[in-house]
């Protein structure tokens, strides 16, 4: 990414097939075209686009295509070319028999890549131009930061605003603001805090692939004592001692390589945010985040070409105008403040809340995308990214109001050496990552817990919530994509999560217990019986052949479903996708019939 000299106009802002997600090698590994597009494309504007062409006085949609979509594409499907079709399922040089090949609908365009008729590049660019015309006919797309939200397959294309190098960073939680999830549940003394972060902890983030440190510190640091005041004197000394350990920290992670942005946390106060704004330029701080936008001119009065960041929440994104070109916005993805991210009561609960924020992780490139296109600022998600799906670090909390119990807790150890939930907490991470690195950046939600054992062996095993908000112990779980990759995690978002939710670790047919001990011979496994190299010694009595009870396979016995589409499309803002997703694996199991292939465009309200 780069940033533009000056702050510009967005010039034409369009919506398009990301293609180095989706392209001609790819898109045959895709598990389904009508899920990851048309489930999203065919439920905006009641499934009707226009075309861009003048005159051309007709209204299209996912059922009725029009004509020449082929040309208009870009494409010649007349039955003279002779092309090496690249689908994945039939790699064959051949001759397409009919004279035009029709696009007559949305389904189409899967039908006919999967029967071979369409090439990998041409099923491509049909998709690119279904994608543009679909936003094309979208109202108010400047003020919709989702309205190039296509699953974290399209992206927004405009001039460029940003191009700074990616921040990859971690917060430095519970050094200087307290973070009981992180602290045990108890705010470090300034002793304490002093021997948190070692210097092995900055060089090992460095190895991981990070090249910031994000640190939060009371606003009240820099605030300026009373003279006279004894008790402000008091305070004073305490800022002092504060102040001196946050440089200590600075030039430890400096020293390791990685960049500081300092979090000011408290009210709005100019005077010390004026100071904190010296201190940053004298230690040569990477950017300071605010305490809110209000506090802008404050810092402008300590340095006009310090990066400030404004914390903001997606709400606001609209109406926020980029005051100069070294401000940005610190933007705040929390995944577990509503009773649509954490709810649960039961074990298929809770993995269905797993491929919820799995299948809406994804779309956050699009505000992202939206905020460098529209609102001419780069963004970077400061606050939200951790693997957490429930607040259950909080049931312990002194303070009642910041836990509500309704269910969600009390059945973690079913998740520490479960296949299951490694997978799809992997997942998880690796879709949040790649999203957010179409942003400015990203900040994970702490690096490691306060008393945490620095054992290899018990760095891997996750079992018990906090240190899902840690990304010393996710690292080590083996949980968060390569950041030495060119683009990590690059596919991430390439299909939906795997809709197997409804059985975890179960399997269809259950795998039969451990064989007979059959002494000095071997089971089997066809003949149900044990054999000898060496027969064994008769005995008086013909020993009869063991006889063992093989189970049966039990049949899937499911629930109610615990969503409808439209409440969970309307809990998590997800659009239709999530909708057909859950959808599509409830009647993949307990539907009254399983479907097997794509064959209707879906109907979905959103």
């Not at 295509?65 to 399922?89: E, M, Q, V, Y």
């Not at 040569?284 to 810092?299: D, E, W």
């Not at 429930?390 to 269910?407: A, I, K, P, R």
């Not at 269809?508 to 066809?526: E, V």
Request: proline share 6%; charged share 20%; glycine share 6%.
């Amino acid at each position: 990414m780069t940033v533009s000299s000056k702050t510009s106009a967005p010039g034409a802002v369009t919506c398009v097939l990301d293609q180095t997600v989706v392209n001609d090698k790819t898109i045959g590994d895709m598990a389904d075209l009508g899920l990851s597009f048309f489930a999203t494309l065919c439920g905006r504007n009641r499934g009707a686009f226009v075309l861009d062409t003048p005159g051309d006085a007709h209204t299209w949609g996912c059922t009725a295509f029009p004509d020449n979509i082929a040309t208009l594409a870009g494409l010649d499907l007349s039955s003279s070319r002779d092309k090496k079709n690249t689908n994945r399922s039939n790699t064959t040089h051949h001759e397409k028999k009919a004279s035009v090949i029709h696009i007559k609908d949305a389904n189409a365009i899967s039908q006919g890549f999967a029967a071979g008729n369409l090439t990998a590049a041409e099923t491509v660019t049909v998709l690119d131009y279904f994608i543009k015309m679909v936003y094309h006919s979208s109202p108010n797309v400047d003020q919709d930061p989702y309205a190039c939200e296509v699953g974290g397959l399209a992206t927004l294309q405009c001039d460029p605003v940003n191009t700074l190098p990616t921040i990859r960073s971690v917060t430095l939680a519970g050094l200087l603001v307290p973070a009981p999830t992180i602290t045990r549940g108890k705010p470090l003394t300034l002793k304490q805090a002093t021997k948190f972060y070692e210097p092995e902890d900055f060089d090992d983030m460095v190895k991981l692939g990070l090249n910031t440190v994000q640190i939060p510190v009371p606003l009240d640091v820099f605030s300026a004592a009373l003279v006279g005041d004894v008790t402000a004197k008091k305070d004073s000394s305490h800022a002092d001692e504060q102040k001196a350990l946050l440089s200590q920290t600075i030039r430890a992670a400096a020293k390791a390589g990685l960049e500081t942005i300092l979090v000011l946390v408290g009210k709005d106060n100019d005077d010390a945010v004026t100071a904190a704004a010296h201190f940053a330029v004298e230690e040569n701080l990477y950017a300071l985040t605010l305490p809110s936008l209000q506090s802008l001119r404050a810092a402008r009065a300590a340095e006009t070409s310090l990066k400030l960041f404004i914390p903001l929440d997606q709400g606001q994104l609209k109406y926020f105008t980029v005051p100069d070109e070294n401000v940005f916005v610190a933007l705040d993805f929390g995944h577990t403040t509503t009773v649509a991210d954490i709810a649960s009561s039961t074990s298929m609960d809770d993995r269905s809340k797993l491929f919820y924020h799995e299948a809406t992780s994804c779309i956050a490139r699009s505000p992202l995308e939206y905020t460098a296109c529209f609102r001419r600022v780069p963004a970077m998600v400061a606050y939200g990214f951790d693997l957490a799906i429930d607040n259950c670090v909080l049931q312990n909390s002194t303070d009642s109001n910041d836990f509500v119990d309704y269910g969600q807790c009390g059945r973690f150890d079913e998740t520490v050496d479960s296949a299951w939930w490694h997978r799809h907490r992997a997942s998880f991470a690796a879709r949040q990552l790649v999203s957010y690195e179409h942003g400015l950046g990203w900040s994970f939600a702490a690096w490691k817990l306060y008393g945490g054992s620095n054992d290899k062996d018990d760095l891997e095993v996750i079992d018990r919530p906090a240190q899902l908000l840690a990304l010393k112990n996710v690292a080590a779980a083996g949980l968060f994509p390569s950041l030495h990759d060119k683009v990590p995690a690059q596919l991430a978002c390439l299909n939906p999560p795997v809709n197997d939710f409804l059985l975890g670790d179960a399997t269809l047919s259950p795998t039969p217990g451990p064989p007979p001990d059959c002494g000095n011979g071997w089971w089997n496994y066809d003949l149900k019986a044990c054999e000898y190299w060496i027969a064994p010694a008769p005995t008086a009595q013909p020993t009869p052949l063991p006889t063992t009870h093989w189970p049966t396979a039990a049949p899937v016995v499911c629930p109610d479903p615990p969503f409808t589409y439209g409440s969970l499309v309307m809990a998590g803002g997800a659009g239709a996708l999530v909708a057909v997703l859950v959808g599509f694996v409830w009647n993949k199991f307990c539907g009254s019939r399983r479907r097997e292939g794509y064959s209707e465009v879906p109907s979905t309200t959103v």
